[in-house]
Every structure is written in C-alpha cells, then in structure tokens.
C-alpha cells in the first residue's frame, strides 16, 4: 500500500491549467522530492493534496483511503502534516503555545471551553518533546516576536512533527535561511524516523539532492520526469526546463 | 507579579462590593448599575470582536431580541422565571441564526452581515407593533424576587447586576484560557492554518458566537428590568456602534478592556452629560485621542506606557568596556 497515491489531478483556475493530469505515488518512508521552475504548480499540488483547493477531476489516496472528498481539516487527523513556504505561525504566542496548538488541534480537547490550557499537561509535554527534537526547548517560552527566521523555520516544522504524521509536506522548508541554518534543518530532516513519509518542495537543489530518493520535476502543472536522483539530474529535459545548460 | 494582579483584583472587587456606601447618591449606584450590565454587553461583543477577530455591527439587534422577549412574556402575564429563560433561549436561538448567515463571511463582509441583521430586527421592533409595541416600546413593573430577596431597591438591584457581572466576568476568563479560547484566538490570527491543523474553524467562530450570545442576553435581561421599558432606541445601529466602541477604545481581545470601555461611555453619557451640554462631542474626541494615542485601546495602551516608564526609571545596564 502507498502512503500516497495522486490520480490524474486536473486543476484549472479559469482558462489557466495549473495541474494537468499529475500522478503521483509514494511508498511509505520514501523521501520524495518536487521540483520544478517557478509557476510549475507545486505548490498547488500541495494545496491540492492537503484539501485547500478542491481538484477539478482526479483523485488522492492517503495510506489506501480515498480522501479527495475529505474536508481539508479532517486531513490532519488521519495522518497528513504540511508546513509552508510562507512561514505561517501564531505571531502573538510563545514557540511552545505554537506548537501546543498543533497538538490540540488533533485532541478532543480542543472543544474545551473549561480548563486552562496550561492545565494540559500531556500537551505541553509533547510539545516540548516536539521542540526538543527541532533543538528548541531551550527557548520554548520564548515570544515568536524575538525570534530569527531560522528558528521560526524549525518551528513550523516542529508543529508538523509534534502531530506525529504519516505524510509530511514541507514546502521549501530551505527558503530564506543561511548556511548555516540550512546545515541545522538539513541534519533535522535526516533526522526523522522512517515511519514518516516526506514529500517536499524545494528550489535549493545541493541540499534537496542530498536528501530526495525520488524526484519529480513539474512543468506547467505536468509530470514531464520522475525517477531516482541519478535518472533525474541526467535526463536532458531536467537541464531543459530547471537546471539549465 | 502575580501577587501584584491578586492585591489589585481584591482592591477592585472591595471597591465594588462597598460602593453602594461610599457613592454620594442613589443615581451613581444606579449609574454602577448600567456600567455593570453594558460591559457585559461589552464582553459578549469581545469574545466576537476581540478574541475571534469577527467585528459585529448588529449585535444590538441580539440585545434586542432578549430584551423584548422579556418585555413581552412579563407583559402576556408570565413570570419572571420564564421571562428570564425565554429571553435566554430566545438570545441563544438568534446567535445561532446571526452565526449562521454571517459565518459565511469574515473581514468586511461579516460586519456588513451583522448590520443588516442588526437592521432587519431594528425595523421589526419599529413596525412589528403587536409584539413590540412600535415607537411606544414595552412598558414593564416590578423586578424579580431570587430567593425572597427583592431586587427593587437600586442597592439591591446593584448587588444582583454586580454578582451577575462577577460570574459572567470568571466566565469570560475560563473560557479565553481554555483550549477552545485558544483555538479560537488561533482562528482570529492564522485561520488557514488553524484549518490545517485539524481545527474546524467554522464550528469554533459558531459557539463563539453562541457565548457572545449567551452573554448579550444576560446583559439585555439586566437592562430591561433596569430600565423597566424596551424601544427600538435600544436596538438600533447607534447601540451596535456604541457598545463596539466601549470594545475598542478599552481594549478589544483584553479582559479588562471591555469593562474600561463601558465606564468611559456610561460615565460620559450619564454624568459628565450633566455638566456639559455637548457631552456627545466630548465623547468623540475622546474616541479620537484614544485612537490616536493609545490605537491598541485604554488597556493595553496604558499597559505599555506603564512598561516604557518603568523602563526609563530603572538604572541603565553597567556599561562594558570596549576591548580594543
């Protein structure tokens, strides 16, 4: 059984097709990598698999079931995580509220309106479990407001972890950090068990390779080459489109 | 710190316990009174406003409802018991149709929504005179009695409004710092993510609504028997407009904000109105000074000065010396 299956996805917005008949398959543990020129479509398809946009025709599987038709929330719920290109957290809060939310989201708890969230103790321990797997819980109460990028980097991926998922969809986890940070999210995705299957997006390819078993390379919404790292990086229409001659 | 919220919490509260014996008259108790029950108006409008982010012009329209569901069962001869109740249901029922038909919408379109919901009710109240009493509004007599004790004596009726206040104040509190308040302020800032965590942001701004109703009954109920009369004046978008400006120029998504809102407005309104004839442009320059001094509200703006002070106060750090 794949842990993620993508069927003939068709996404037109007007007379713009920005998803032409992708199909997708990926095993479970694999680290998938998407690739692709800017307007290629994948974020799009990311949207499309977390239920953000709605496919025009096609279909998605998630670990044998069929969820084109689930409701984008529910999606988290039977083990799909995603973090984003844009760094989209809770500004006003600490790191660890971040990521408790991320938590509380899956909990029934959620529908709480009588104890004090601080009074969740299991959630904040998890939470602090998640952070320190990021090599951030030494700055857990921190506001987001005094944080650098890179950190708030680790703490989108944080929350996507601390939901303990089955698929994980980063979106250019990579973009706008430094070397240096770079080297830290690297060694923090290498780092996660293989129970968890990755899908990601990403544009910087020395650190993408490294990590990628399996690449698709998007273009205008299409498959146009899919493969192992090697089939990938030597096939002529991957230098055509993206990597350039 | 915490000692310091405790010290200042119990100063508060014997202040309102006492000030029936403290006040130079019956009318500032009953002006104590109307500050008790407009900010729990005030909070209702908050959890909407504030801690959903979800701005509502017609909340006055709920008011309203509950408060001539009063008026008319007491009228029809029915006790105060089941006017209470009836109010309350009826409040609850018109969230629930207010969060329906404006949850389709956030931002603008959810404000302009509640306005015309405000508006259809205020036209209801103003035509539908078999039930409302039109213009002439419902005229109402004599105030419950809980428990044997009368509440018709302004002190009396002022220590009911503060014991409701009290509960519908700890209520407010338990719910802003539980998980679902949580989840809630989590809809106000990243609604999408919020989404993609596995929250249903619709059903969370729905029972917010549901509060917020809840609370704006109560304080309808509270006003009818002070008033002992309902009329289309009290639905009307000038009471939408204004219970949303005790909301913000105290401090929207505060706890103590609404509450500071709503003493600015009824003082204003109800004592400084007394000395000058103009009390309404008083009022709007005040409005606009907040805005322009304190944008975040009276609350979290004096917060901030107060810190900035405090800080300018305290010793500057020992300078380190510079290796060269």
Redesign the interface.
Known sequence: MSALTVTNLCKAFGGLRVTANVNLNVEPGERRLIIGPNGAGKTTLFNLI?G?LTPDSGSIQLLGTDITKTP???R??LGMA?T?QII?????DTII?NV???L????P??????????H?GHLIDDARAALEQVGLSHIAERPLTQTSYGERRRVEIA?ALA?KPKVLLLDEPFAGLSIDERRDVQQLLLAIPRDVTIVMIEHNMDVALEFAERITLLHFGEVIVEGNRAEVVDNPRTREVYLGH | MKSQRLIALAIGLLALVTLPHWMPGVYYVNVASQILFSAIFAMGLNVLAGYGGLVSLGHAGLFGIAAYATGYMLQAGYGHPVAILTALAAGLAAAAVYAVLSLRATGIGFIMITLALGEIVWGLAYRWISITGGDNGINLHGRPEPFGFSLVSVNAFYYATLVIFILSLAMVT??V???????LM?TR??P??????????WAIRF?ACM?SGLLTAIAAILFVYYQQFISPQAVDLTASAEVLLMVISGGAGTLLGPIVGATLVIVVKSVVSGFIERWNFLLGAIFVAIVILMPEGLVPGSVRLWRLAWRKRAPAPAKTERVT
Do not use: C
């Open positions: 977390t953000e984008s929330r529910r988290p719920h995603r984003y989209t957290l809770f500004p006003n509220h408790s939310l991320a509380l989201g899956l909990s708890a959620r529908w709480n309106p009588l104890t004090d969230i601080k969740q929350m939901q | 338990v719910f710092r539980s998980p679902m308040g949580a989840a989590g800032d990243q999408r993510r919020m989404n993609a965590l596995g929250f249903h942001v029972w509060f």
